[in-house]
């Protein structure tokens, strides 16, 4: 469903980029729009197919080579400090227990600040797409502005038995939201957007 042969040349991409590069990464876990996906509870470190960690040298990159075709989506990315996937494989006996720490999960977010997006309900997957909003500096006038989303989460089980979280740090246009998935190959994410679309809802 992610595209697993693009999503590890993905991975191996952000691998050499970062190895090209020898800045310091910022710590994300102080970030208001990063979510922890490690393993817990009912996942182990066994479960964990793919972890793919993408920040600012590859996403600069990404950003570049969008800019000459497509600027305004270049400027979305060059906003993100990392985009985040963690991939586990879940036995068929275990499928419910995970579907309930996926709306645990969600809960837990709820209770700090997130806020429900998207409704994942598309080939068969189940979960929910999360943002984070966080208020804006007043403009240099002193007007307020309004709260922007600084983080996406989402979490899904689909019907092969794959919990896929993803995390996307930084600041996002919340109407570009599809078009982010799609560049960073996040199926799911695409379509559940796509699917709100056709259904009426607003972005």
């Given at each position: 469903m992610l595209g697993r042969r693009i999503v590890l040349?993905?991975?191996?991409?952000?691998?050499?980029?970062?190895?090209?590069?020898?800045?310091?990464?910022?710590?994300?876990?102080?970030?208001?729009?990063?979510?922890?996906?490690?393993?817990?509870?009912?996942?182990?470190?066994?479960?964990?197919?793919?972890?793919?960690?993408?920040?600012?040298?590859?996403?600069?990159?990404?950003?570049?080579a969008a800019r000459a075709?497509?600027?305004?989506l270049a400027d979305v990315v060059d906003k993100l400090k990392a985009v985040e996937v963690h991939v586990y494989a879940v036995d068929e006996e275990r499928r419910e227990a995970v579907r309930q720490d996926i709306s645990r999960r969600a809960r837990d977010l709820?209770?700090?600040?997130?806020?429900?997006?998207?409704?994942?309900?598309?080939?068969g997957a189940r979960g929910s797409v999360l943002m984070r909003l966080q208020d804006a500096p007043p403009t240099p006038q002193g007007a307020p502005q309004a709260a922007r989303p600084v983080?996406?989460?989402?979490?899904?089980?689909?019907?092969?038995?794959?919990?896929?979280?993803?995390?996307?740090?930084?600041?996002?246009?919340?109407?570009q939201i599809g078009r982010l998935a799609a560049k960073f190959n996040l199926d799911v994410l695409s379509e559940a957007v796509e699917e709100r679309r056709r259904s009426g809802d607003p972005e």
């Open positions: 040349a993905l991975a191996a991409a952000a691998l050499v980029a970062a190895a090209g590069v020898g800045a310091q990464e910022d710590d994300l876990s102080r970030h208001p729009g990063f979510v922890d996906f490690n393993p817990r509870g009912v996942l182990t470190e066994d479960d964990l197919e793919i972890r793919i960690s993408v920040k600012s040298p590859l996403i600069q990159l990404v950003a570049a075709g497509d600027p305004e709820g209770k700090s600040g997130w806020t429900e997006a998207i409704a994942i309900r598309v080939r983080g996406l989460a989402a979490m899904y089980l689909d019907d092969k038995g794959e919990a896929v979280f993803v995390n996307i740090v930084g600041e996002i246009d919340a109407a």
